[in-house]
């Protein structure tokens, strides 16, 4: 079946300006995260969703990041004013459900450079 | 507060070789999930293998092999007979039972050469 997919794969943008970067989990996974991975940080948890609970936004760095699942299905990243510094490549992932035992399956990731 | 190590930051081997990627991990927790997964050059994280805390025995998968020893904290990988196609950047990844964020290891970059 199909697997998590992310769109833009790659998108440059201007410091200051906004950014949407989305993600289409696999069909029937109730969970979805969002992970960051740059240079010097390694893979970081951004937030997390698990069906209609309320998400869990603790590794969101700041709060120009914000995340919306609509539907229980797809879900959209929200950077905005962006900075240099949030240049790094934003992977999501689903899985069966919110129980840790699950493996998450990532998506192919969107590479974000901001200039 | 949970952390995972992987100290070998790039390895090299020739084809055939045999080669172990370490992984130590810190928790606090006593029911956790370890997990492998592997990073080729297209980006997209390929989940390997998961272990519950409560399960030591060794796994093999075809070339795959993985050892799990809780009285270190470690859960090694070995590929054994290695080949081009395993050359990518493996991360060693932790989550307790009742979390929801997987935290990763800085990754190992494991380059086979022919």
């Known amino acids: 079946g199909a697997g998590v997919s992310q769109s833009p794969s790659n998108k440059v943008t201007e410091k200051g300006k906004d950014v949407e970067l989305r993600c289409d989990p696999i069909?029937?996974?109730?969970?979805l995260y969002w992970y960051r991975q740059s240079l010097g940080q390694g893979l970081e948890f951004l937030i997390y969703f698990q069906g209609n609970s309320a998400p869990d936004k603790s590794g969101l760095p700041s709060d120009r990041f914000s995340a919306e699942r609509t539907g229980g299905s797809v879900s959209t990243l929200t950077i905005q004013r962006t900075q240099q510094e949030d240049s790094a490549v934003y992977l999501c992932a689903s899985s069966q459900g919110g129980v840790a035992s699950y493996e998450q399956y990532f998506g192919p990731g969107t590479r974000l450079t901001v200039t | 507060a949970q952390k995972v190590t992987q100290a070998q930051t790039e390895i090299s081997v020739v084809e055939k070789e045999d080669v172990t990627l370490d992984c130590v991990y810190e928790?606090?927790?006593?029911?956790?999930?370890l997990f492998w997964y592997k990073q080729p050059p297209s980006g997209e994280l390929v989940f390997l293998i998961r272990r519950n805390s409560f399960d030591e025995q060794n796994e093999i998968s075809g070339r795959y092999s993985w050892n799990f020893q809780k009285s270190t904290s470690s859960f090694n990988f070995t590929i054994t007979a290695s080949q081009v196609v395993d050359s990518a950047v493996y991360f060693c990844a932790l989550i307790h039972l009742s979390g929801s964020r997987l935290t990763f290891g800085e990754g190992t970059q494991l380059t086979v050469n022919p």
């Open positions: 069909s029937g996974h109730t969970a």
């Open positions: 928790t606090r927790d006593t029911t956790y999930y």
